[in-house]
């Protein structure tokens, strides 16, 4: 438990390093800007699976430290502004544990308030990817999840794969592990390879005005 | 009950299939983008009326055959994509018979939790219109409750119907049937005869920059 | 506390009339489309905090003057339309006296609720701000609260005065004038001296493409 708790805070400043990134992108924001951005894409996500779930309170309404590794996070991404910048692949690789992280992390939380599987694997890719969601309609871009490489599908796929494990009992921390790790080498082989899932229609810019 | 609940479903079949297809307007998103852009119009008018009620567990957090209703629908979207958009008129219908049905539903629903009469036409209202509204949102449209045609106004029209009936003891199912027969007449009206609410000011494009 | 329920009423029309006001601004939405936007500003922001509070039933939900406030709120705004346009100076007073008051009655609430001080003056600011964001997605503008002057900033310097003197026992009243003034006097300087936050990054637009 310890340990998960390490990892959501973790998750919290990632995320809030990879808002605070993407608000600075489109124009000059404030610091008070920034720091609203970072603070939505991280904990967007995880208000919301608590919000439908009826589950409270809140996390980081009850506990300040989320508060804090939102604030730690911004001014990280202030200070290592150029280093961050060139490292994308550091940045891709936090944002892929990020969402790994948190989609168990909703998953289970889901099922320990008595969600079925389907709704805790929603649960969990909408903890997972929301708050990057409100993060793109707040500054105006096309949201993540319509983009072209695979992203949402991983956490489903990883989802999944944690209930099916958890439906034939292995142990918790190994389902954590491993589910986890398929989100994060599905992204990986997704942005590598450039995969992503087949088109609802083909022809649909030409056919529909 | 049972009819309305095989109604509720149905609603939400002919929601996630309106919209998948506006979801594939736009750009050619992939199957998980149209399949999120057909759950959220489908489920968020009901979710965001449950979390204001504060009414828990939501309808579709609890009840898994929304989600497998909201995953029909993208796939019946998919299979008769040429033929729905050719059925240009059934789709309409579809979408003033889930409006109708689902203002009503919200309505009863509120008044059931002891809502006052202008809350309840309110979340009735909310619970046909606002999945569309987060559906534009997404995809970054005007929201459909600013065009042209009378659309939310035609809701509260049947709400109030309802309401006022429900204040006289009228029989309950006769009462569903007349306020959800006035919103889908109101709308076939609107849209025929190109009925619009007055303006706010007619001047106002010109009057301020 | 029957002072503090007139002026929370009164926000309320203010708050409406901003709304209707900027809804007309963009393009001609009709009677429908600009009391919903003048609904959605004054009720947003407190809605979203008694969401994420928990805290039901949501004000506007039980007390049904709130929303015969937002009505009358849109009917001056038509009737007055020309004169509020004229009187800028009037408007940017009510807005400032607005979001003072949802500032200092938020950050009030979520104390009486149990939140901890950091988490109360987030509340207090979504309270006051929150509200134009939501109108802002809704119209397809820039949110408010990353405009050129300081905005919600002034908002959580007033709540955190708030929260200080809260915790040094200063009379209720006294401190609920004393932080209001705060935000309206750092307002109103930021506007006439067009102070803004620093950037976070001089260089963003240049550095990132």
């Known amino acids: 438990m310890q340990v ?11 995320f809030a390093i990879s808002g605070a990134l993407a608000a600075n992108k489109k124009s000059t924001p404030d610091w008070f800007g920034v ?3 970072g603070f939505i894409t991280a904990v967007g996500g995880g208000s ?11 996390v980081w309404v009850k506990d300040v430290l989320f508060i804090y590794a939102i604030l730690c996070g911004t001014i990280l991404a202030s200070i290592f502004y150029t280093t961050l910048h060139k490292l994308r692949k550091t940045l ?6 990020g969402i790994a992280l948190f989609t168990i992390v909703g998953t289970e939380k889901a099922l320990s308030l008595g969600a079925g599987p ?28 319509f983009h072209k490489e695979i992203y949402a599908t991983a956490c489903l796929a990883g989802a999944t794969m944690y209930l099916l494990l958890h439906y ?19 992204r990986i082989l997704a942005v590598r390879y450039n995969l992503s899932l087949p088109k609802f229609r083909k022809d649909s810019v030409n056919t529909v005005a």
Chains 1, 2, 3 share one sequence.
């Open 4 to 14: 998960q708790y390490i990892f959501e805070v973790l998750g919290t400043v990632f």
């Open 35 to 37: 720091t609203f951005i």
């Open 48 to 58: 919301l699976r608590d919000i439908l779930l009826g589950s409270y309170p809140i």
């Open 92 to 97: 891709f690789l936090f944002d892929t544990l």
């Open 118 to 145: 389907e709704t805790a694997a929603i649960m969990g890719m909408f903890s997972a990817v929301m708050g990057g969601v409100l993060r793109d309609i707040l500054t105006q871009e096309v949201p993540i999840i």
């Open 168 to 186: 034939f009992h292995i142990d918790r921390n190994i389902n954590f592990l491993l589910s986890g790790s398929l989100i994060v080498i599905i």
